[in-house]
């Protein structure tokens, strides 16, 4: 069985859903039957590359909020990342083009190492004190994925390598519905969006393992905390279900 996984390097709710996802994975009965595979998506494909800015001053600007008010939301959803046993720095961290570090993604996928640079590649991101819009911190984490430096640096330097694929990600993105992350398809059977929790992701893996005659896209789980394609993050009120 073969599970997808659209997202982005710099939405919160795609770090913290790949975390539950792998905790319903671990109590799957299948579990080394399942292929996962991590695909494409940006939440500001427009953005230039030298186009970096904090991400608290980049969301007051956005959407017209108080930079306490923006420092009080990043504190929620850091909040949820601590209850799944990942680090989060709410204040300090960059925004910027994740373009090339898809394409990055795409090299280690083809080298079987897609997922040990991505969990690096978040850890940096939302926990660590490095920016992933330096050239310099992706080689670092390319090759602590163990992946070539001199091939990262390569097609770090070729603005094409890739980039067909990061593309053709986006577009089947589109074409399944997709317009926030993080969204799972299992098996081309059942779509989950958000960050659902553990037990919504065990219990989808059990479903679609049972049910692999079907072949619509089938939603499962109600809806939960995402990055939508403008960039904006849900961020779960006070006394609701953190999803």
Avoid at 78 to 91: D, P
Avoid at 186 to 206: C, M
Wanted: a negative charge.
């Amino acid at each position: 069985m073969r599970v997808e996984i659209w997202s982005d390097i710099a939405c919160p709710w795609c770090y913290i859903g790949k975390a539950r996802f792998e905790k319903g994975l671990a109590g799957f009965a299948h579990r080394d039957q399942v292929e996962v595979v991590h695909r494409s998506f940006e939440l500001d494909p427009g953005r230039a590359k030298a186009d970096i800015a904090l991400v608290v001053d980049m969301l007051a600007q956005k959407y017209g909020r108080s930079r306490e008010e923006v420092v009080a939301m990043e504190g929620t959803v850091a909040a949820n990342a601590q209850a799944e046993g990942l680090g989060y720095r709410s204040e300090g961290r960059d925004h910027g083009s994740t373009f090339d570090i898809h394409r990055l993604l795409h090299l280690a996928k083809a080298r079987g190492l897609q997922d040990e640079l991505l969990t690096l590649a978040y850890r940096a991101n939302f926990a660590e004190e490095r920016s992933v819009y330096d050239d310099a911190v992706l080689v670092d984490l390319a090759v602590e994925a163990g992946l070539d430096e001199t091939e990262a640096r390569a097609v770090l330097a070729d603005p094409s390598a890739y980039a067909d694929d990061v593309r053709a990600d986006e577009r089947e993105a589109s074409e399944l519905g997709a317009n926030a992350v993080p969204f799972f398809v299992l098996d081309r059977r059942y779509g989950i969006s958000g960050g659902q929790p553990s037990e919504v992701f065990a219990q989808a893996l059990e479903q679609a393992w049972k049910d692999r005659e079907v072949t619509a896209l089938t939603p499962l789980g109600d809806d939960a905390a995402a990055c939508d394609a403008e960039g904006a993050c849900e961020v779960p009120q006070p006394g609701a279900a953190t999803a």
